[in-house]
């Protein structure tokens, strides 16, 4: 197993705590709840804390701790660096036109193809509507003939 700076190692803890669980400290006069757990990221054991009057967790892996302190830093150096930024993608965008033609080809055909159940239906719907029309007509000049021919026989 890795030793990991910062952190209890596993050697030292592995005795009191089972494999890949944790080990459960609960104080009975204070109802103070504390869990030994291991750190998915970095192999190492630490002690979390229940504080019940502020209804909090506390303790965590300290590698993780600075790592996440240094992402913080990092990202901060970055915000004052956004123009320097914008203008390295504003630079790369034109490599990419060839993409940019692909993927829109591709969007297109996909969203042609959702809509176009719901297009053939009205078009569908139109021509039922103007075939009804003519039917009607040429059913109405025939009827209209029958009945004049009717009136011509009496
Ligand atoms: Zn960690």
Redesign the pocket.
């Known amino acids: 197993m890795k030793k990991t700076e910062g952190?209890p190692t596993l050697e030292q803890t592995s005795e009191a705590v089972p494999p890949g669980g944790s080990r459960y400290i609960v104080d009975e006069a204070s109802g103070m709840r504390s869990e030994e757990l291991r750190?998915a990221?970095?192999g190492?054991w630490y002690l979390r804390t229940y504080i019940k009057t502020l209804a909090v967790w506390t303790g965590r892996?300290e590698?993780?701790g600075a790592e996440e302190e240094q992402e913080l830093q990092a990202r901060a150096l970055l915000e004052k660096r956004k123009g320097e930024l914008r203008a390295k993608v504003e630079d790369l965008l034109p490599n990419y036109e060839a993409q940019v033609r692909e993927q829109t080809e591709k969007d297109v055909a996909a969203y042609t193809a959702s809509i176009r159940p719901d297009f053939e239906a009205e078009v569908r719907r139109r021509l039922w509507e103007q075939l009804h029309g003519q039917i009607e007509t040429e059913e109405l000049a025939k009827l209209v003939a029958e009945l004049k021919s009717a009136k011509g026989a009496n």
């Open positions: 952190c750190c990221k970095h190492c892996c590698q993780c």
